[in-house]
């Protein structure tokens, strides 16, 4: 049994399983027209969902300004309404767009953006604080960064936040932030096919939760394999940081799914299902790890709320995998 979880040195206890809203945003692109949306959503269903997650225990909710250009945090809030204080709420910020287009215009790494973009996410989650705000903006400059850590702390004195990370894969940026006392996560890339070692260890030493993104390796761990993607799913056409996904555009990538089908066993002992599996080693791979999967339909939100009754991984199961996958 995994229930709840500590988010680093914020001392908020959180559901083990956090919620990710990216897909909820809906369909949205960049300028020069890649998707980089799940494509058509049918938001009641997403509403539906997040109220059926709040009711399986779900405390925690990931989001961002940009997904969907506004439209996920909208989503949320409306899905949240009067449970908003049930919950740990997360957003990011960074990514300049254009909801009228639902297109991402750029980027602002400056703290005077910083503190409109955070205005215009209270506004559309429909609350007057957040409580861990993430800078979204991954390579961002280390310099920069830290000016962006110090205009947060303000944020907190101003008890418009309360807490923050840096959504980022390089240990040496979330160390930038983690200087600040009130930076208490790191958003990562993290799944049985993605360890993230440096980033773990910084988070343990460091007392930093780590905000595990693409837990299900973007559907491939839930059991997504061949099969046509829509033209509006970022999947169909992913860019060079997305893995799993061939290029052309004809689904999974197949060594991916080698991979996948050599631990599926061990994944899925105990009753488990494939995506309750892959949370499960997430649980099992460090204490300080918060997985967030996506989600777009009732039936994602309890399979995946459900991960939590059965438990994390053993040591000898997560020891067998690594062998298995050649680590
Ligand atoms: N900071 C960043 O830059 C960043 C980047 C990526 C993600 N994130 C965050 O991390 C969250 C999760 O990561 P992710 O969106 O990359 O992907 P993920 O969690 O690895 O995969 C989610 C997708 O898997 C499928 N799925 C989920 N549960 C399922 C189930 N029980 N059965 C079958 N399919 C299931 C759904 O897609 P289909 O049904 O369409 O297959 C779902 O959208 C995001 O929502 C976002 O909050 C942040």
């Known amino acids: 049994m995994t229930t709840q979880r500590t988010l680093g040195r914020s001392g908020a206890e959180v559901s083990a399983l956090g919620f990710g809203c990216w897909a909820i945003g809906g369909e949205h692109r960049t300028a020069d027209g890649q998707p980089v949306g799940w494509g058509r959503v049918d938001d009641d269903e997403s509403v539906r969902a997040v109220r059926r997650a709040l009711d399986l225990g779900v405390t925690f909710f990931d989001t961002a300004d940009c997904y969907g250009t506004g439209h996920s945090e909208e989503i949320l809030g409306r899905a949240l309404g009067k449970r908003r204080d049930e ?26 953006y910083a503190r409109r973009a955070l205005t215009a996410s209270l506004r559309r989650l429909g609350t007057d604080h957040i409580d861990l705000y993430q800078l979204h903006l991954a390579a961002a400059d280390p310099a920069r960064a830290a000016e962006l850590r110090d205009a947060c702390e303000e944020f907190v004195r101003e008890g418009l936040i309360g807490a923050y990370g840096w959504s980022t894969d390089d240990p040496a940026r979330a160390a930038v932030f983690a200087e600040g006392p009130h930076c208490t996560a790191v ?6 096919l993605q360890d993230a070692p440096a980033l773990l260890e910084l988070c343990e030493r460091l007392e930093l939760a780590s905000v595990a993104r693409s837990p299900l390796a ?15 799913d970022i999947r169909s056409r992913p860019p060079a940081w997305l893995p799993g996904y061939a290029d052309d555009g004809s689904g999974a990538d197949p060594r991916w799914l080698a991979r996948i089908d050599a631990v599926r066993e061990v994944l899925t002992s105990g009753g488990r299902t494939l995506a309750q599996g892959a949370l499960a080693w997430l649980w099992a791979r460090s204490p300080r790890t918060v997985p967030i999967p996506g989600f777009r339909t009732v039936a994602q939100a309890e399979e995946n709320a459900g991960a939590m009754a059965k438990g994390p991984l053993t040591a000898a199961q997560l020891a067998e995998i690594d062998r298995l996958l050649d680590r």
């Open 187 to 192: 958003q990562h890339a993290l799944n049985v």
């Open 218 to 232: 973007m559907g491939l761990l839930a059991g997504r394999r061949g099969g046509a993607l829509e033209a509006g």
């Open 87 to 112: 919950v740990v709420l997360a957003t990011k910020w960074g990514n300049v767009f254009d909801p009228d287009t639902r297109t991402l215009t750029g980027t602002d790494d400056t703290p005077e």
